[in-house]
């Protein structure tokens, strides 16, 4: 890192919307005698959304205003604009004659692409610019097999990982001194009607945005996170930490996540240990993108790509409704689509549904997800969605497949999840709820007409099991 002095320096909030624990704002704090904050509503990103429903940018606006707040009783203040960031960000600094630009690396193909623009026209102007690693613990090639390579395979590259980790990675960037600059008028927070956006269901849905609510959230899986491992895969029950949200905006410091974890992994805590296999998962997907940026638009198996996908859309839009007539399949999907949140486990099931039992492109599934969650992040749900195909790193054999009535019997045994998202059927005993054609008579009692009030499935698990066989054996060996 370099130790230049600046007389002023700007520092870009984008993925990082706190004013603790922040690398940038750290860095610019200590090399310069004023420093200034800005975010950019970028209409390249906004533009681009299929809603103007969206909670993510409801997310961003809140956590905006806390941010704004705690950076004004510090002196300083946060100026937002919005325009195309490549061009805001170079005239912003322009305007206020800053020396220095300051932010954090971002790993994706658009941003980086931006992040040139930026930095090529800040250097005509003579301006530094200087990005700083934040949103994981290892990045790119920091963590390397043997042979120098980047790794393919997450359990040699966790080990790799845990070898690798020193206090330092997981040691909090100070941001309690130097001096911040009061920001220029005329650059306030618009609210969201002024960026094209409306109000959605956010905080009714007790989603707390902002850097206070990641804290609260976390305090709060504290203190139940050495049963993590033993509740995480039920959606009924209160297992994961539901902080992907925040770590998505940097509302919450992934080392604070990671000094947790890691300090209770040591004292033998299983919990402990099988949540921070989950961060060290999120560095993994971080360095694929980094590392193998093809993954974005096809297979990292090339020879996956030759597999001949279905091109159903009217099965294609039975899954995405919650229509397919496996309860726990819709309502997962019903789940998204009234929370932007999905459980973990049922992200593993219904994207193994898609893939292998409609036979549909896994992109098409990736891109619904994009659209859909609050905590999308482009590393973490290719490689998610690339695992469940089996086309992508690291990914389960393509003659694994999800059978997704026993997975209701096993991760949702009293149907309370379902019961809750698919209220049709509800009156079904537990037995009756995982596969209701098959209980004609029962689902007649609870006045449930099967293909009326609830569909009956869309495909035959075992049928559609054997034709994926058939489908993947292009890269069958």
């Given at each position: 890192?370099?130790?230049?002095h ?9 993925r ?7 690398t940038a704002?750290h860095?610019?704090?200590s090399q ?5 904050a800005?975010?950019?509503f ?11 429903y969206d909670r ?12 704004d ?6 002196g300083?203040?946060?100026?937002v604009?919005q325009?195309k ?6 005239r912003?600094?322009?305007q206020?004659?800053?020396e220095a630009?300051?932010?954090?690396h971002?790993?994706?193909?658009q ?6 623009a930026?930095?090529?026209?800040l250097?005509q102007?003579g301006r530094a610019w200087?990005t700083?690693k934040?949103?994981v613990?290892?990045e ?10 980047p790794f393919s395979?997450?359990?040699?590259y966790?080990?790799?990982?845990l070898k690798?980790l020193t ?12 001096q911040l ?10 609210d969201?009607a002024t960026?094209g ?5 956010l905080?009714?849905l007790?989603?707390?945005?902002g850097?206070?609510?990641?804290q609260t959230?976390l305090?709060e ?9 033993e ?6 029950l ?12 940097g509302?919450v ?5 990671a000094r947790?974890?890691?300090?209770q992994?040591l004292?033998?805590d299983?919990?402990a240990e099988?949540?921070l296999?989950e961060?060290v998962?999120r560095?993994f ?7 193998f940026p093809h ?6 198996k ?9 091109r159903d859309?009217a ?10 007539g496996y ?16 459980h973990?486990?049922?992200r593993?099931?219904?994207?193994s549904f ?9 992109r098409?599934?990736?891109a619904?997800?994009?659209?859909h969650?609050n905590?999308f992040?482009?590393?973490?749900n290719?490689?998610g969605w ?5 086309t ?11 059978n997704?009535?026993?997975q ?8 309370k999840f ?8 509800a ?5 009756a709820?995982h ?9 007649e009692?609870?006045g449930i ?8 499935p ?6 559609a099991?054997?034709?994926t ?7 069958k060996?």
């Amino acid at each position: 890192m370099t130790t230049a002095h600046y007389r002023t320096a700007l520092v870009w909030f984008r993925r990082d919307l706190r004013c603790f624990d922040h690398t940038a704002l750290h860095m610019a704090l200590s090399q310069a005698d004023q420093v200034y904050a800005v975010f950019v509503f970028d209409r390249d990103i906004l533009d681009a959304l299929p809603s103007r429903y969206d909670r993510r940018v409801e997310f961003i606006w809140h956590a905006l205003r806390e941010l704004d707040t705690q950076l004004r009783q510090r002196g300083g203040g946060l100026m937002v604009l919005q325009g195309k960031a490549r061009e805001e960000i170079p005239r912003l600094a322009a305007q206020l004659g800053v020396e220095a630009v300051m932010t954090h690396h971002d790993y994706e193909p658009q941003a980086v692409a931006r992040d040139a623009a930026v930095a090529a026209t800040l250097q005509q102007q003579g301006r530094a610019w200087l990005t700083f690693k934040d949103t994981v613990i290892f990045e790119k090639t920091e963590v390397l097999t043997g042979a120098g390579k980047p790794f393919s395979v997450f359990t040699p590259y966790k080990n790799a990982w845990l070898k690798k980790l020193t206090p330092a990675e997981l040691a909090p960037r100070s941001c309690d001194y130097g001096q911040l600059a009061a920001p220029l008028p005329g650059y306030a927070l618009p609210d969201l009607a002024t960026l094209g956006f409306e109000h959605t269901n956010l905080l009714e849905l007790g989603l707390h945005p902002g850097m206070t609510g990641a804290q609260t959230l976390l305090h709060e899986f504290e203190k139940r996170l050495s049963a993590y491992a033993e509740r995480r895969d039920f959606p009924a029950l209160k297992g994961p930490s539901y902080l992907s949200v925040h770590l998505r905006f940097g509302t919450v410091s992934i080392r604070q996540l990671a000094r947790l974890a890691h300090a209770q992994y040591l004292r033998g805590d299983r919990g402990a240990e099988v949540w921070l296999s989950e961060l060290v998962w999120r560095d993994f997907y971080f360095q694929i993108l980094a590392n193998f940026p093809h993954v974005v638009e096809r297979s990292f198996k090339p020879d996956y790509d030759r597999i001949p996908w279905e091109r159903d859309e009217a099965l294609f839009q039975a899954w995405c409704q919650g229509r397919t007539g496996y309860p726990l399949v819709d309502a997962a999907m019903a789940q998204i689509n009234q929370t932007g949140y999905m459980h973990n486990r049922l992200r593993m099931v219904v994207a193994s549904f898609l893939t292998k039992d409609l036979g549909l492109d896994w992109r098409w599934g990736e891109a619904y997800f994009a659209a859909h969650l609050n905590d999308f992040d482009l590393a973490a749900n290719n490689g998610g969605w690339q695992w469940a195909a089996s086309t992508g790193c690291d990914a389960q054999p393509y003659f694994r497949i999800f059978n997704p009535v026993s997975q209701s019997e096993k991760f949702d045994a009293e149907g309370k999840f379902i019961r809750k998202y698919v209220p049709a059927l509800a009156k079904l005993s537990n037995q009756a709820l995982h596969a209701p054609w098959e209980y004609p008579l029962e689902c007649e009692l609870a006045g449930i007409r099967l293909g009326v009030d609830y569909p009956l499935p869309v495909v035959r698990h075992d049928e559609a099991r054997k034709k994926t066989l058939a489908r993947y054996a292009v890269v069958k060996g």
